[in-house]
C-alpha cells in the first residue's frame, strides 16, 4: 500500500501536476488561435494584493522606434517592424536594445487583431531578453471595445474572435476534466446570447468578442491591460490623441493603473472619465488635425508641465501627407493609416537615435535606395524638417 502511495506521488498526473497542465493547454489554444505562434506560458503565480505601479516614464535609449496605429491588419504590422528592422523574415526579434512604442488602435477595422495581440506580446518578451523594449498603448479603439461598442468591427474580426472562443472553450472543458485545478469560469457567463436587429450569423462571434474584450475578460486581461494610456520616454510624449494640462495634473502614473484596474475588472463597466469625450486622451485632434486648426498654445502648455518633455508624438487620426510635424516640432503625428481597413498607406516608421536626430523610416517606393533631400530644409536641434511656405512639415525621410 505504502509502495502505491510513492508510486502515485512520483507518477506525472494532472492530479500532482495541474499548473504544468494548465500551461499546456494554454499554449495549445495560443497555437492553435494564432495558426502556429508558439508563445510559452509561464506557470501560474498567485496575484499581488496590490497591483505594482505602472511606469509612465522612461529613460531615453540609444535608439526609440515609434508605430501608428494597426488596426487589424497583421501583414501591415509586421512591415512596419520589418521596415525598422526589428524582426526577421521568421517575426524573430532583431532589434537588440532598441525601444519600441506603438500608439494603439491594435482594434477594428482589420481581421487578425488577435494575432497582432500575439505577436505584440511575443515581441515584448523576445525584446526583453535581448535588452530591448516593446512598449504599447491604448487607443480609443481598445477602450470602445472594452466598453462594447463594436461600431468599427469587421466581419473577418468577428469571425477571429468565434474561432478563438471555440478554443478557449475547449481548453477549459480540458482543465475541467483535470483533478487539481480549479473549475474554469464559463467565458459566457452573464453575455446575451442573442442580438435583436443583428443576423444570427454573427451572433457567435459577438458573443466571443464580448467575453473576451469585457473588463477581466481573458484578452482584456492578458493583454490590454498589460498597456499604458501615456508614456513619457527622453524627451518624448507618447499618447494616441493628445494630452492636455488638466492631463498631466492629475497624474500621468495615476491615469496609467487606472485604466489598468478598469481593464482587469477592478473599477465597474464604465471606462475612466479622461478616456471618454472629444477632449479624452485617446480621442482628441486638437494637435492631430488639419495643421491650420492646431493649436499650439495649448500644446506647449501641456508639454511644459512635464519636466523635459520637448514633443508630443500621436497616432489616431490618418496623415495623407505621411509622418509630419506641426507646431515647430513640438506635435509629430505618426498615423498613416497603414492597414487596408482605412487607407491601405505605405507603412512608416518613425526612428529617433537619443534626443537628437527624427528621421522616418518609410516603404515608399519614390524614395527607395535614396534619402529624400529637402530645398531650404533647416536644422534646428539637431533635426532635419522641410520648411514649406504652408502645411505640416515632414521629418527627414530615409527608405
Known sequence: MK???????????CENLPSFLSSFVDTFVDFTV???LFLPNTLPQNAPETPPPMAAHYPSPDRLI???????DLEKSRQAFRLAGLIDGSDRWTGGSTTVVQVGDVLDRGGEEIKILYLLEKLKREAEKNGGKVLTLHGNHEIMNVEFDFRFVTEKGLKEFENWGFWYGAGNKMKSLCVGLDKPRDLFDGVPLFFKGVDAKYWNGIRSRMAALRPSGPIAERFLSKNVTILVVGESVFVHGGLLKEHVEYGLERIN?????????LSGSRAPWYCKGRDAVVWLRKFSDDYKKCDCSLLEH?????????????GHTIQDLGINDVCDGKAIRIDVGMSKGCGDGLPEVLEIFGNKELRVLTSNPLYQNKNKDYLDAYRKEGLVFLKPEQGPRQVEVKA
Do not use: F
Open 66 to 72: 515609434a508605430i501608428g496605429d494597426l488596426h487589424g
Open 34 to 36: 494564432t495558426d502556429g
Open 302 to 314: 501641456a508639454l511644459a508641465t512635464i519636466p523635459g518633455a520637448k514633443r508630443m508624438i500621436m
Open 3 to 13: 509502495n502505491q502511495e510513492n508510486k502515485n506521488k512520483n507518477s506525472i498526473t
Open 257 to 265: 493603473e487606472e485604466v489598468r484596474d478598469w481593464i482587469n475588472g
